[in-house]
């Protein structure tokens, strides 16, 4: 072979941490991480434009854990492992997503990593920043409570990332970021990723960052290449049930996300797509935490074909090997489009998004999408029947469940900061999350107790952990570009 692909070898990363990374079956690096890994090792700092899914988070852990290994110590005194490195992140689900990834790549290290988030009792996380910890993963909220309690002090922190920067602003934490921002020392350097790119991430840039050297691995804004994207027009929304039931059958999908605009629409889907002998289940805001929670362990487990979810419901969502995602309504916002996609098609793997579109209100989305993602759709026609033949449709205002879903912005945040602490928040115009899907799946541990009185389940586990998921599956599907 004349040309041989870039190891992990080759960065000149510590022998503990390339062990680690083999031992979890990393073959090469990523595009991101072949950018990535040179560049922090050096010290400089970086404004990186990558999707989740693309291996972003080794990218900058890898050689984060190699800049501090000089500084480790393996004395049990809490005063030998201050905070070094300071990674900040929107939700408990992607916090807690990027600790068990550090705690994996430093395992063979004397490094201590931990994690806060808000929602969950702050006691066990108090107890793990007292012991000290040279990496500390947080979402912004949880970590100022945590300063202000004493638990932590942030004056050593030499590395600060900020990840997924864009869904942080859209959250309403800047500033949260910019209070943490002032309490670190001004010689650090600084790594911030977002997927998007808006000016008001730019100012954030430019305001923390130096000279930063810009990493991408896909256009701005644009959408992963591994993804194919179709647009199917049909005769009427009639028809959009049975469009999807065959692109189901046709593609011989083994799972897939359907995303509806509104939660009485995901519910009515998911009824008819069981009618039409689909495995389906809905997931959004009006499902009660119970439902919600064995909805997504049944789809993690693989016992629901078709996941049919609103915007809100399905952020968070991170399910490694989702073949394809089909928009059965296209999003009001072309951000969500991106962020939709961006479930499919992860860590290199390829991956479908096929959206239905019928009307000249669709054709104005999706001019809006191809302004955003700076791309042209070839619209294919689909001739299906409709699937309710007759339905005349009523003339009425929509019912609130009729309402595309939207959480009010700052209540019941994912991160649970007292809400003086937001009242200055500027209120940019996208959607919130929605704290509970935000977290991670395993059941809280409020939720197992209850499981576990009514005789549900058998053991309690604590609420912060998640399963890890093969990282196997994810292989070979890297290309190299
Ligand atoms: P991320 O974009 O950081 O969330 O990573 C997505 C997934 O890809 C995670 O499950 C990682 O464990 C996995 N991953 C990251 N880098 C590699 C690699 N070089 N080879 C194989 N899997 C990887």
């Given at each position: 072979?004349s040309?041989s692909?870039?190891?992990?070898?080759?960065?000149?990363?510590a022998e503990?941490?390339?062990?680690?990374?083999?031992?979890?079956g990393?073959?090469?690096?990523?595009p991101?991480?072949?950018?990535?890994?040179?560049?922090?090792?050096?010290?400089?700092?970086?404004?990186?434009?990558?999707q989740?899914?693309?291996?972003?988070?080794?990218?900058f852990?890898?050689?984060i854990?190699?800049r501090?290994l000089?500084?480790a110590?393996?004395s049990?005194s809490?005063?030998?492992?201050?905070?070094?490195?300071?990674?900040?992140?929107p939700?408990?689900e992607l916090a807690d997503?990027?600790?068990?990834?550090?705690?994996e790549y430093?395992?063979?290290?004397?490094?201590?990593?931990a994690?806060?988030?808000?929602?969950?009792?702050?006691?066990?996380?108090?107890?793990a920043?007292?012991?000290?910890?040279?990496?500390?993963i947080?979402t912004p909220?949880?970590?100022?409570?945590h300063?202000?309690?004493?638990?932590?002090?942030?004056?050593?922190?030499?590395?600060?990332v900020?990840?997924e920067?864009?869904?942080?602003l859209?959250?309403?934490?800047?500033p949260?970021?910019?209070r943490?921002?002032n309490m670190?020392g001004k010689?650090?350097?600084?790594?911030m990723?977002?997927?998007?790119?808006?000016?008001?991430?730019?100012?954030?840039a430019e305001?923390f960052?130096d000279?930063?050297?810009?990493i991408?691995?896909?256009r701005r804004?644009?959408?992963?290449?591994?993804?194919?994207q179709?647009?199917y027009?049909?005769a009427s929304?009639?028809?959009?049930?049975?469009a999807?039931?065959k692109l189901?059958?046709?593609?011989?999908?083994?799972?897939?996300?359907?995303?509806?605009?509104t939660?009485?629409?995901?519910?009515?889907?998911?009824?008819?797509?069981?009618?039409?002998?689909?495995?389906?289940?809905a997931?959004?805001g009006d499902?009660?935490?119970?439902?919600?929670?064995?909805t997504?362990?049944?789809?993690?487990?693989?016992?629901i074909t078709?996941?049919?979810?609103?915007?809100?419901?399905?952020?968070?969502l991170d399910?490694?090997e989702l073949p394809?995602v089909?928009?059965?309504d296209?999003p009001y916002?072309?951000?969500?489009?991106?962020h939709r996609i961006?479930?499919?098609?992860?860590?290199g793997?390829?991956?479908m998004?096929?959206?239905?579109?019928t009307?000249?209100n669709?054709d104005?989305?999706?001019?809006?999408?191809?302004?955003?993602?700076?791309?042209?759709?070839?619209?294919e026609?689909m001739?299906v029947?409709?699937?309710?033949?007759?339905?005349?449709?009523?003339a009425?205002?929509?019912?609130d469940?009729?309402?595309p879903?939207r959480?009010?912005r700052?209540?019941?945040?994912?991160?649970s900061?007292?809400?003086r602490?937001?009242?200055s928040?500027?209120?940019?115009?996208?959607?919130?999350?929605d704290?509970f899907f935000?977290?991670?799946?395993?059941?809280s541990?409020?939720?197992l107790a209850e499981?576990v009185?009514?005789g549900?389940?058998?053991?309690?586990?604590?609420?912060?952990?998640?399963?890890?998921?093969?990282?196997?599956?994810l292989?070979?599907?890297f290309?190299?570009?």
């Amino acid at each position: 072979m004349s040309d041989s692909p870039l190891t992990f070898n080759d960065f000149g990363l510590a022998e503990p941490i390339v062990r680690a990374v083999t031992e979890l079956g990393y073959r090469e690096p990523t595009p991101i991480q072949e950018q990535a890994i040179p560049v922090v090792m050096s010290g400089k700092d970086v404004m990186g434009a990558a999707q989740t899914g693309t291996g972003k988070t080794a990218g900058f852990a890898l050689p984060i854990i190699h800049r501090l290994l000089p500084l480790a110590s393996s004395s049990t005194s809490p005063a030998r492992h201050p905070v070094r490195a300071l990674m900040l992140a929107p939700t408990r689900e992607l916090a807690d997503q990027i600790y068990q990834n550090v705690k994996e790549y430093a395992r063979h290290t004397p490094l201590r990593t931990a994690v806060v988030f808000g929602g969950v009792d702050m006691k066990p996380q108090t107890m793990a920043l007292r012991q000290g910890c040279e990496i500390l993963i947080a979402t912004p909220g949880r970590l100022l409570d945590h300063v202000e309690q004493k638990s932590t002090n942030l004056s050593q922190v030499q590395i600060l990332v900020l990840d997924e920067a864009d869904r942080m602003l859209d959250m309403g934490f800047l500033p949260d970021i910019q209070r943490i921002i002032n309490m670190l020392g001004k010689d650090r350097q600084s790594l911030m990723f977002s997927a998007t790119f808006s000016n008001e991430i730019r100012k954030l840039a430019e305001s923390f960052l130096d000279s930063p050297l810009l990493i991408e691995v896909a256009r701005r804004n644009a959408l992963a290449e591994n993804i194919t994207q179709t647009v199917y027009r049909v005769a009427s929304p009639e028809h959009k049930r049975a469009a999807v039931a065959k692109l189901v059958r046709d593609h011989s999908f083994a799972q897939v996300i359907v995303f509806s605009n509104t939660k009485i629409g995901a519910g009515r889907l998911a009824r008819q797509l069981e009618v039409d002998g689909l495995n389906a289940a809905a997931i959004h805001g009006d499902k009660s935490q119970q439902e919600r929670l064995k909805t997504l362990e049944d789809f993690k487990q693989g016992l629901i074909t078709v996941l049919v979810a609103t915007d809100v419901a399905a952020r968070g969502l991170d399910i490694a090997e989702l073949p394809a995602v089909i928009n059965y309504d296209l999003p009001y916002s072309p951000e969500d489009y991106v962020h939709r996609i961006g479930r499919t098609g992860r860590a290199g793997a390829s991956g479908m998004a096929l959206s239905l579109i019928t009307g000249s209100n669709d054709d104005r989305l999706l001019a809006d999408i191809e302004k955003l993602t700076k791309r042209k759709f070839a619209v294919e026609d689909m001739a299906v029947e409709a699937t309710l033949p007759g339905h005349r449709r009523e003339a009425r205002a929509p019912r609130d469940d009729e309402r595309p879903e939207r959480v009010e912005r700052y209540r019941d945040r994912d991160d649970s900061r007292p809400s003086r602490a937001r009242s200055s928040s500027p209120m940019p115009a996208r959607p919130a999350e929605d704290p509970f899907f935000s977290r991670p799946y395993e059941p809280s541990t409020e939720a197992l107790a209850e499981q576990v009185e009514s005789g549900q389940s058998k053991t309690a586990q604590p609420a912060v952990r998640r399963s890890t998921r093969p990282v196997p599956a994810l292989l070979g599907g890297f290309k190299r570009t």
